[in-house]
């Protein structure tokens, strides 16, 4: 049997995904981190495989998401997605630290996220060391690029965009400070799986790839750790394929 329970962590509401009986055991995790206007609840199905296996589960909303939403529209939420993805990493860290002061947790941690999660996570490990294995669904490490794209994008499409270009640029210098693609050395070898779709046309798939290209030779000692897999026919959708590997991964680097 899998619990699932409600609850709160660092103020934050999540999903804690769990095995029978085994909620105050300490145990190896994994935080789940949810794409741009979905929430917790729609990933349920990862939170119960990985349960399955033996981990402890997380499932946070992120900021203005699932019941922290304001019911802000999406065309609006938009502007908020870099501080989103900011306050994400940060909370990542403040649950870690509660549950670590609970005793719930030990040294194998895991965070995977789609879409917007997955590029939280990439942020997540250029910050924490303490990060063990991630799994990329749809991400991007490449975030000063992606910022700039987002921007030229919403331009072209005659939305007005709510920054000064000196405003932007401040947002830029920040973002550089959690930009993977920039200090790659940050990564030290730990096991990373990156699933993305070619056909995908809201997080580009090339520079996730072209990632992928500039650190493989870090990993020629270990290449077990290091799996990119490129779905052909993938649009911005996590395939069935891609979240059984997900749990496979984190199986193999975590239990």
Same mark, same amino acid.
């Given at each position: 049997m899998i619990e699932i329970h409600h609850e709160s962590i660092s103020n934050i509401p999540v999903l804690h =995904?769990? &095995?029978e009986g085994r909620k105050n055991a300490k145990l190896p995790i994994v935080f789940f981190l949810h794409g741009f206007t979905s929430a917790k609840e729609h990933n349920l199905h990862f939170g119960y495989l990985l349960a399955e296996k033996g981990f402890r589960v997380i499932l946070p909303d992120a900021k203005l998401h699932g019941e922290r939403s304001d019911g802000r529209h999406p065309e609006k939420l938009i502007f908020e997605f870099w501080n989103i993805v900011l306050q994400s990493i940060r909370e990542l860290n403040d649950m870690k630290e509660e549950l670590s002061q609970k005793d719930l947790i030990n040294s194998r941690i895991g965070v995977v996220g789609t879409s917007m999660g997955g590029i939280t996570m990439f942020g997540g490990?250029?910050?924490?060391d303490w990060i063990k294995a991630g799994v990329s669904l749809m991400g991007s490490p490449s975030y000063e690029k992606l910022a700039r794209a987002?921007?030229?994008s919403l331009? &072209?499409?005659e939305m007005t965009i709510p920054f000064s270009n000196k405003e932007l640029d401040g947002i830029y210098a920040e973002l550089r400070k959690y930009d993977l693609s920039l200090q790659p050395e940050g990564l030290a070898g730990r096991p990373l799986l990156i699933w993305h779709g070619k056909k995908? &046309? =809201?997080v580009p798939f090339q520079p996730t790839s072209d990632f992928y290209q500039k650190i493989k030779a870090d990993y020629e000692k270990r290449p077990e750790r290091l799996y990119f897999l490129a779905d052909n026919n993938?649009?911005? &959708?996590?395939t069935r394929e891609a979240f059984l590997k997900t749990v496979d991964w984190f199986s193999e680097f975590l239990l």
């Open positions: =995904v769990v &095995k490990l250029a910050r924490y987002q921007i030229e331009e &072209k499409a995908d &046309k =809201v993938a649009e911005h &959708k996590v």
